[in-house]
């Protein structure tokens, strides 16, 4: 296959799904995949044996789940546009609102659905300022449960998302306990409660029933349905993006350029300022692995093989599927990553690609 492509193994997703798949039977919590972190389609046939359906940041996103994962379609917008509700509540099972404000203006054209609320509690387990639910002034979610009271009788559940990459169980315990102080006396009053993503429990050595234990007393104190919405925790680690080597040259350090563009292909990592991750990563020849469009700081990282790069060389930078495909974009007009799958029998199978048409059309 020509690179660049997207290349997603369904034997190394399967195991992040079955974890999953053992957090819902320990706790009796649902698992909804969160489509702004991975929505490429053509692995959904899988995903939706392990998991309950899917959660959306938009009109488009609520469409894609109903359309392509089916089972319950949650919809959330930070913001309704009053020229795209009825279609927002005609493709989901739940609706969820920013704020009073949109609650209060929207939830009468809900008619049918369950209307929840995000909640801010105000405290988070990001470190990253951008990505921080909870950093000053957020705009994601009410805090002030005065102002919640008043319409506590037309809300059916409420969300929550303030993890973000938390991989150490404790944390997300401690943040969990501080919800329940803060708005515990509203939990009880409704019938769900979306704990959002960002919870690493699909890494390797997260205590699970630690964890599932604590999402079903949870549940029980409350006495409501509880959900997780995991993105990355979904998707971790089964992607690569593989390239080739176009180019070698010496300007201090030994560079490669490959065809492929970090900011076109993996721009989560630049705006993120982290390095890309090569497997194997390892030998005596290091290198500065760079992208191809003209952004000088257009690099994936640096990195280690066993012997000097040469050209037509392929490189599979790891961890490709998060926050990556979703945000591709034809920066420069480089190529387009293809998408291929790897099945669980081994055949590779290429289920897109990408042409000049496609730049072109995404223009006019
Ligand atoms: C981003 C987001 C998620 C998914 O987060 P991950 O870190 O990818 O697990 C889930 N719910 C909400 C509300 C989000 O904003």
């Given at each position: 296959?020509?690179?660049?492509?997207?290349?997603?193994?369904?034997?190394?997703?399967?195991?992040?799904?079955?974890?999953?798949?053992?957090?819902?039977?320990?706790?009796?919590?649902?698992?909804?995949?969160?489509?702004?972190?991975?929505?490429?389609?053509?692995?959904?046939?899988?995903?939706?044996?392990?998991?309950?359906?899917?959660?959306?940041?938009?009109?488009?996103?609520?469409?894609?789940?109903?359309?392509?994962?089916?089972?319950?379609?949650?919809?959330?917008?930070?913001?309704?546009?009053?020229?795209?509700?009825?279609?927002?509540?005609?493709?989901?099972?739940?609706?969820?609102?920013?704020?009073?404000?949109?609650?209060?203006?929207?939830?009468?054209?809900?008619?049918?659905?369950?209307?929840?609320?995000?909640?801010?509690?105000?405290?988070?387990?990001?470190?990253?300022?951008?990505?921080?639910?909870?950093?000053?002034?957020?705009?994601?979610?009410?805090?002030?449960?005065?102002?919640i009271m008043p319409i506590m009788e037309q809300i059916g559940g409420f969300m929550i998302h303030n993890n973000c990459e938390n991989a150490d169980f404790a944390l997300f315990d401690r943040l969990l306990a501080d919800i329940e102080v803060k708005f515990g006396r509203l939990l009880e009053r409704v019938s769900w409660v979306s704990l959002g993503?960002?919870?690493?429990?699909?890494?390797?050595?997260?205590?699970?029933?630690?964890?599932?234990?604590?999402?079903?007393?949870?549940?029980?104190?409350?006495?409501?349905?509880?959900?997780?919405?995991?993105?990355?925790?979904?998707?971790?680690?089964?992607?690569?993006?593989?390239?080739?080597?176009?180019?070698?040259?010496?300007?201090?350090?030994?560079?490669?350029?490959?065809?492929?563009?970090?900011?076109?292909?993996?721009?989560?990592?630049?705006?993120?300022?982290?390095?890309?991750?090569?497997?194997?990563?390892?030998?005596?020849?290091?290198?500065?692995?760079?992208?191809?469009?003209?952004?000088?700081?257009?690099?994936?990282?640096?990195?280690?093989?066993?012997?000097?790069?040469?050209?037509?060389?392929?490189?599979?930078?790891?961890?490709?599927?998060?926050?990556?495909?979703?945000?591709?974009?034809?920066?420069?007009?480089?190529?387009?990553?293809?998408?291929?799958?790897?099945?669980?029998?081994?055949?590779?199978?290429?289920?897109?690609?990408?042409?000049?048409?496609?730049?072109?059309?995404?223009?006019?």
């Amino acid at each position: 296959m020509q690179t660049p492509f997207y290349l997603i193994d369904k034997t190394a997703l399967l195991r992040n799904l079955e974890r999953i798949q053992e957090v819902r039977r320990l706790s009796g919590a649902k698992a909804l995949l969160a489509l702004k972190c991975f929505a490429t389609w053509s692995v959904f046939d899988l995903m939706r044996v392990y998991m309950d359906g899917t959660t959306s940041s938009s009109l488009y996103e609520v469409k894609l789940g109903r359309e392509k994962f089916g089972g319950e379609t949650h919809a959330y917008s930070v913001a309704y546009g009053a020229d795209e509700i009825d279609e927002v509540v005609a493709n989901a099972d739940k609706i969820i609102f920013n704020s009073v404000g949109q609650f209060k203006r929207f939830a009468p054209r809900a008619a049918g659905l369950s209307c929840g609320l995000r909640l801010n509690p105000g405290v988070s387990s990001s470190s990253f300022d951008l990505a921080d639910p909870a950093r000053p002034f957020s705009r994601l979610g009410e805090s002030d449960v005065d102002i919640i009271m008043p319409i506590m009788e037309q809300i059916g559940g409420f969300m929550i998302h303030n993890n973000c990459e938390n991989a150490d169980f404790a944390l997300f315990d401690r943040l969990l306990a501080d919800i329940e102080v803060k708005f515990g006396r509203l939990l009880e009053r409704v019938s769900w409660v979306s704990l959002g993503g960002g919870i690493h429990f699909t890494g390797d050595g997260y205590p699970i029933a630690n964890f599932a234990q604590r999402l079903r007393g949870f549940g029980e104190r409350y006495g409501v349905q509880v959900y997780l919405e995991p993105g990355e925790a979904a998707i971790t680690r089964s992607t690569t993006l593989e390239v080739s080597v176009l180019d070698t040259l010496k300007n201090g350090k030994d560079l490669a350029i490959v065809d492929s563009s970090i900011e076109a292909h993996m721009l989560d990592l630049l705006i993120y300022r982290q390095s890309a991750k090569i497997a194997p990563d390892a030998g005596t020849y290091g290198y500065m692995v760079c992208g191809k469009s003209c952004l000088a700081g257009d690099i994936f990282g640096e990195f280690h093989f066993p012997a000097p790069l040469k050209i037509g060389d392929r490189l599979s930078i790891q961890d490709a599927a998060g926050y990556t495909m979703v945000k591709k974009n034809w920066f420069n007009g480089v190529r387009m990553p293809a998408i291929a799958i790897r099945e669980l029998d081994g055949t590779i199978r290429q289920v897109r690609d990408f042409t000049y048409d496609d730049y072109v059309s995404s223009l006019s």
